[in-house]
């Protein structure tokens, strides 16, 4: 078994590379689900619908940069943007996932005991394509 370091993962928005200041991140893949149950039967049967994705990542605030999350993310609130997911660094041979999806919310977390945090949610709109880097 092989496995991967979270360390390595290249997330860009809108072409701006946010890397450095996410800390976690996750994709996540579903499908609609039909209930196709008729009359006279016990159990249902279900037929599966659209795809649907869900994408959300957040990490510590860096306010030393011109080009950190909230310079980045803030305006782009409520607008379609293309994402780059590369889960292994950017490494000829290695998976890339590409897609569209709306900001759907930027957030930033403002404890009194510890550091500023961000977050930031989106919704995928249209397929998630994954390739391979070139």
């Known amino acids: 078994m092989t496995t991967a370091h979270g360390k390595q993962t290249v997330i860009t928005v809108a072409t701006k590379n946010v890397s450095p200041f996410v800390k976690t991140s996750t994709l996540e893949r579903g ?5 196709t149950t008729g009359y006279g039967v ?4 279900n037929a599966g619908g659209l795809k649907n994705g869900k ?3 957040a990490g510590v605030y860096d306010n ?3 080009v950190g999350p909230r310079i980045v993310l803030n305006p782009l609130v409520g607008t379609l943007v293309v994402i780059t997911r590369a889960v292994e660094g950017t490494t ?3 998976p890339l996932d590409t897609f569209n999806a709306i900001v759907e919310k930027y957030v930033e977390t403002n404890p009194h005991d510890d ?3 961000w977050s930031a949610d989106f919704t995928v709109s249209g397929p998630v394509v994954p390739t ?3």
Do not use: W
């Open 42 to 45: 016990d159990d249902e049967l």
């Open 55 to 57: 994408f959300t990542m």
């Open 92 to 94: 000829t041979g290695k």
């Open 115 to 117: 550091m500023v945090t």
């Open 31 to 35: 499908a609609a689900v039909h209930n």
């Open 64 to 66: 030393t940069v011109t």
């Open 132 to 134: 391979v880097q070139p």
